[in-house]
């Protein structure tokens, strides 16, 4: 290898390098550290999309029960909450009966439990016992306190797509 493609090829790496980092090269003391903070982003991201791929699920007949992970299972709770709630002026409400059947018999008491309890972890869901009568425990959603509500289109409208 000559000089001048040394040099072009150290160019091409410096262009790159800068071209990937978040800010002004002028932020940074050396190249190195630039490169150290693209591999700690890059890292970030692989973990954020691993993250969305485990809570997205497209297509939820395709996955067997023992193949979903919680936050799937918490996902498609709160999705059956937010279809029901579009159909019904708004709100919907869960019981442990309807989250067990959501999941063809597959969940034990408890999980069904814990599994409501962590749906209702977002705004505008709940998980409480009705007033007055001692009901059963649920797990509600009331459309109007959801401040994520286009997510649900975004999975749904996916699915949708796919199927064409």
Not at 5 to 27: N, T
Not at 70 to 80: D, E, G, I, L, T
Not at 87 to 111: C, E, I, M, N, T
Request: hydrophobic share 35%.
């Amino acid at each position: 290898m000559n000089d001048a493609s040394e040099a072009l090829d150290h160019a091409a790496f410096r262009q790159l390098v800068w071209g990937l980092v978040d800010g002004d090269s002028s932020e940074y003391d050396t190249i190195v550290e630039a490169v150290h903070e693209i591999v700690e982003e890059n890292q970030q991201l692989r973990e954020r999309v691993a993250e969305l791929e485990g809570l997205v699920d497209p297509d939820p007949g395709a996955t067997d029960y023992q193949q979903l992970t919680k936050p799937q299972k918490v996902s498609r709770v709160r999705s059956a909450l937010v279809e029901e709630a579009e159909k019904r002026g708004g709100r919907a409400a869960l019981q442990y009966d309807d989250v067990k059947w959501l999941f063809d018999g597959y969940p034990s008491a408890g999980h069904c439990y814990d599994l409501m309890e962590r749906a209702a972890d977002l705004d505008g869901f709940a998980y409480d016992r009705p007033s007055g009568d001692g009901g059963q425990k649920r797990v509600r959603v009331n459309l109007d306190g959801v401040n994520d509500l286009e997510r649900f289109h975004a999975v749904n409208n996916g699915s949708a797509e796919e199927d064409r």
